[in-house]
């Protein structure tokens, strides 16, 4: 019950960032993929992908991702 709960606060979560990523400006777009080159290290896909390849590195992507989210969100 508890996993259930967790799970749907984490899609609404999930949901309500992808909805704010996909109405992003061009200018925000922009600053969120140098803002996520820069914690790759890079601007290569190969780059990416191997830094995602790491469950911390995702997790640090995915937080990432998050709080630029929320920073646009909240109009900052």
């Known amino acids: ?27 925000d777009k922009k600053r969120l993929v140098a803002r996520i080159q820069e914690l790759v290290g890079s601007s290569s896909i190969e780059a990416l992908t191997t830094f995602i390849a790491s469950q911390v590195n995702r997790e ?17």
């Open 1 to 27: 019950m508890a996993g259930a709960v967790v799970g749907y606060a984490t899609v609404n979560d999930y949901d309500s960032m992808i909805k704010v990523l996909r109405e992003l400006s061009d200018a």
């Open 60 to 76: 640090l992507f995915a937080a990432a991702v998050r709080e630029f989210a929320a920073q646009v969100k909240s109009g900052g």
